[in-house]
């Protein structure tokens, strides 16, 4: 089976400062997607960036990009000029490519604490 | 579009009553998902359907609880008798599942439920 392992439980980083969360993955399959998700206090999920495994350039959104190293299924989130809105629960997700399984597996998440 | 909506938001009940949980997925959207969050064990997935039907329910803890979609635009989970234990914040989500591709999962707002 599929995991998601997110070693960092608790991260703290300064306003406009940059921060990367890690993720870690165990999987067979070489056709897949990987997700990081943010969950605010309101406990909305929202999806931050989404990486497709076939893909080898990295996925970017505004100020949130991906380091994606699929040899070693690593897959980490980086954060630049961190806002006070970016404090939230970061969680890691792999979910299987075409033909697999729809469901998300989730890492435990990373608590983000952003400073002024 | 409304996005997903659940009901009710917050549900607090005494040990042994029956509790359903209700979810409306978006419009259009042909797969659904019921996640469990806790602190111990994370997000898991309880269940997922598409098209109506329950495609993996390996994620069921146990008998008591069942999960229906009578119809596209409706979902329930229902725990009975409840337990301290099943405490927890529930997830529902939707997606578009086609032959090509898969579109990206969005959460409701989740129920968060007490079971006293």
């Known amino acids: 089976a599929q995991t998601v392992t997110q070693s960092q439980p608790e991260m703290s980083v300064q306003e406009a400062e940059t921060v990367t969360l890690s993720c870690t993955y165990d999987t067979s399959e070489s056709d897949y997607y990987l997700f990081w998700y943010k969950q605010p206090p309101s406990r909305q999920m929202i999806l931050v960036i989404r990486?497709?495994?076939?893909?080898?350039q990295n996925a970017t959104e505004n100020r949130f990009s991906v380091n994606f190293q699929k040899a070693a299924k690593s897959f980490s989130l980086k954060i630049s000029d961190s806002q006070l809105g970016d404090a939230a629960m970061y969680f890691c997700?792999?979910?299987?490519?075409?033909?697999?399984?729809?469901?998300?597996?989730f890492g435990k998440g990373t608590k983000l604490t952003v400073n002024p | 579009d409304a996005g997903v909506i659940q009901s009710p938001r917050h549900e607090v009940t005494e040990m042994g009553q029956e509790v359903t949980l209700r979810c409306k997925p978006i419009s259009g959207h042909n797969s659904l998902f019921w996640y469990r969050q806790t602190m111990m064990r994370g997000l898991e997935l309880l269940i997922y359907?598409?098209?109506?039907?329950?495609?993996?329910d390996s994620g069921m803890p146990e008998d008591r609880f069942s999960a229906k979609m009578p119809n596209a635009s409706f979902s329930t989970l229902k725990i009975q008798p409840s337990e301290p234990r099943d405490s927890a914040v529930y997830f529902c989500a939707s997606s578009l599942v086609t032959g090509v591709r898969s579109e990206k999962l969005f959460f409701g707002s989740g129920t968060q439920l007490s079971v006293l």
């Open positions: 990486q497709e495994a076939y893909k080898q």
């Open positions: 997700a792999y979910r299987a490519g075409q033909g697999g399984s729809e469901k998300l597996v």
């Open positions: 359907f598409n098209n109506n039907v329950p495609i993996d």
